[in-house]
């Protein structure tokens, strides 16, 4: 088996080479079921093909597709632009034009059953991965600095979330960005311009606004690409989509999901009147209490006045004045009255002493006979003859010389 000559700068392929060896790697892909969204129909007068735009939900990417009148009419004989269909097709690829189309043998137009299962389906998937879990939504704002809206042109549900919003907090400043709300090009802008307003540092919360509208016209918001790309932004996102009875998949995903956009604009901005309210109450209350302060430490201070320490001070004074007085009187008493029992007690002492005295002995007419060295003499053989004596009378004393007995 021979190989193949490969292109070379010398020997290049020529485009009708090119495009067979194209048509050929097409051709394996075989017959295949595609899923999209219907962007465009055009059916020719005379003509049996009917030709289609075929676009992903969640991409910018189209193909046309190519189907026998009888395929369509067996299969959707209603399809209408922005239905969802399944197909049967092939890929084919067109030299002459150097163009790609798939070529269908089967349509199928998806119900509204299908869809809701489908979406029922994708639920599960979203919430199993963490999608809607409550603990990883963030709160909003008290007061944005400026809002992101992300709705149709012209749209009631951009006036109902501008009007409601301003008339709240007319200061609140937005950053809008419309879009197509439904139809297939709606959910690669809505991505896109989510991505704008989230690389935007001066938005601090984006909301995503639409009116109400049927199950299929509300597809685009439960889309799985868009779940994912509100699921990864790093700004707080609030879903404002349709009545309050319709619930895409961006409810569940959203930071914080508004039942309509009205009541989304509830929940951006406080109301100015009743914020002015609660600090003027707030302010009332605060009054009060201050002014209770005030007047309870004002009675304390009247009651701590009244009293007679602070009232009449030189009371005190005089009452410590008076106790010391009465103290220094009792002192003086009470130590003139030991001075008296001291002075009692000498005289006692002293009489009892000069009644002991000898010299009180002497008084009455006795003396006392000491020889020279101090001896008190008792007894006349205590003395010799010629030995000197003293005697001690009441006034002086007498020496003397013993003499012989008679």
């Not at 809008?176 to 991505?191: E, L």
């Not at 103290?327 to 002493?353: F, G, Q």
Request: glycine fraction near 6%; charge should be positive.
């Amino acid at each position: 088996m021979t190989q193949e000559p490969k292109s070379t700068p010398d020997e290049p392929w020529p485009v009708r080479v090119v495009s067979q060896k194209v048509g050929a790697w097409v051709a394996k892909l075989g017959w295949v079921w595609v899923d999209g969204q219907v962007a465009q129909i055009s059916r020719r007068p005379g003509s049996t093909v009917v030709f289609l735009t075929l676009r992903d939900p969640s991409a910018d990417l189209s193909l046309t597709v190519t189907a026998h009148r009888d395929v369509l009419d067996a299969g959707a004989p209603e399809l209408a632009e922005g239905a969802r269909v399944t197909m049967h097709a092939k890929p084919e690829f067109y030299p002459a034009r150097g163009t790609l189309s798939l070529r269908a043998d089967e349509i199928r137009q998806v119900g509204l059953g299908e869809l809701l299962a489908r979406l029922e389906k994708l639920k599960k998937l979203l919430g199993a991965e963490g999608l809607f879990a409550r603990e990883r939504k963030r709160r909003l704002p008290f007061l944005p600095q400026r809002i992101g809206l992300i709705t149709g042109r012209a749209s009631a549900a951009e006036r109902d979330v501008l009007m409601n919003t301003r008339r709240r907090w007319p200061a609140v400043d937005f950053r809008v960005i419309n879009v197509p709300v439904q139809g297939p090009t709606a959910v690669p802008q809505i991505i896109d311009a989510l991505k704008v307003l989230d690389g935007d540092d001066t938005v601090e919360v984006i909301v995503i606004a639409r009116g109400g509208g049927s199950v299929e016209d509300l597809l685009p918001f439960s889309d799985e690409a868009l779940c994912r790309a509100v699921f990864g932004a790093r700004t707080p996102v609030v879903s404002a989509i349709g009545h309050e009875t319709d619930a895409p998949l961006l409810d569940y995903v959203a930071d914080v999901r508004a039942s309509t956009p009205t009541d989304a604009a509830k929940r951006l901005v406080p109301d100015l009147t009743e914020e002015r309210q609660l600090i003027d109450s707030a302010r009332r209350r605060l009054d009060r209490a201050v002014l209770t302060l005030l007047d309870r430490e004002q009675h304390r201070l009247d009651a701590w006045r009244s009293r007679p320490s602070l009232a009449r001070p030189e009371t005190l004074i005089d009452q410590r004045a008076t106790e010391v007085t009465a103290l220094r009187d009792r002192a003086v008493r009470s130590l003139e009255n030991r001075l008296r029992r001291a002075d009692d007690d000498l005289r006692h002492t002293v009489a009892r002493l000069r009644a002991l005295s000898p010299k009180s002995t002497l008084q009455r007419g006795y003396a006392i006979v000491q020889r020279a060295d101090g001896h008190v003499v008792r007894a006349a053989d205590e003395v010799k003859t010629d030995d000197q004596l003293r005697v001690r009378l009441a006034e002086g004393d007498l020496r003397v010389t013993v003499g012989e007995p008679e």
